[in-house]
């Protein structure tokens, strides 16, 4: 028995055409990144950060310093006086010249002399007498004249301020201007020669040099000096040109995350 013929298959339908449509076709919306897992942000692919350039900090200029103004220039302090005194000699014509040098008295009575000419008090006299001797002189009696020479120095202590060395030289000096000024004075040497128990003897006035004035000072202190110029002021600090603080590179992720988000939620929202 022949096998039955099978049916023939229905015809399909004509597949219609598409209607034509007035609106343009949407583009295709972006795939969003895949939001990560929260507390799963190592399955992320984290990219290697480049390090930050930090600048090179420019060396420091040291600020100059001011210029210290001159300070007042010191004055010296006066110079303290040690000792004041006025020495010289003079040459007296004597009567028993030897006898006159010997006698204590004598010696006294001519510092009272000089006392009584610059007005300097006789403690503050001291007198050295001499009997002199010209070369090729013959022998003299004892009871001839001769020269004596008086070396005096008189000392003006600081406490003696009735009078100045300058006015006891000044005094001397006019001791032997004149022979009545000379003859005032040896009168005054006999006077307090006899007055202080010496002998009796005949005086004139033979020279009277210019005495000397002779001040001792204390060596003057030093004045003090200016005191060291200032330093120069501090230069600026070494990271004078501040470096820009990169930010961490886990935030940079988060912030790319946040971004990619925020894109596919606009895209959709146009879409929809």
Do not use: W
């Not at 001291?126 to 120095?153: A, F, H």
């Amino acid at each position: 028995t022949s096998a039955p013929t099978p049916a023939a298959a229905p015809t399909s339908a004509p597949t219609p055409a598409a209607a034509p449509t007035s609106a343009p076709t949407p583009a295709a919306a972006p795939t969003p990144a895949p939001t990560p897992a929260a507390g799963n942000m190592s399955d992320v692919s984290t990219p290697t950060p480049k390090p930050a350039s930090t600048p090179t900090p420019a060396s420091p200029t040291p600020a100059a310093g001011p210029t210290p103004a001159p300070g007042p220039t010191a004055t010296p302090a006066p110079p303290v006086v040690l000792e004041r005194k006025v020495t010289g000699m003079m040459r007296l014509s004597v009567s028993n010249p030897q006898d006159f040098c010997n006698d204590t008295n004598a010696s006294a009575g001519v510092a009272n002399a000089l006392s009584e000419a610059t007005s300097v008090p006789a403690q503050h006299i001291t007198v050295n007498l001499t009997c002199t001797r010209r070369l090729g002189e013959q022998e003299r009696s004892l009871q001839s004249t001769g020269s004596v020479t008086v070396d005096y120095t008189i000392n003006m202590p600081p406490t003696l301020t009735s009078v100045t060395p300058e006015n006891v030289q000044q005094s001397i000096v006019a001791v032997g201007a004149s022979n009545s000024s000379k003859a005032n004075f040896a009168s005054s040497v006999v006077r307090e020669v006899s007055k202080a128990g010496g002998g009796t003897y005949n005086v004139t006035i033979a020279e009277v040099p210019p005495p000397t004035v002779v001040v001792v000072t204390a060596a003057p202190t030093p004045a003090p000096g200016p005191g060291p110029a200032p330093g120069p002021g501090p230069g600026p600090s070494p990271g004078g040109n501040t470096p820009t603080t990169s930010a961490a590179p886990g935030s940079r992720l988060r912030c790319s995350v946040a971004l990619a988000l925020l894109a596919g939620a606009a895209a959709a929202a146009g879409l929809a």
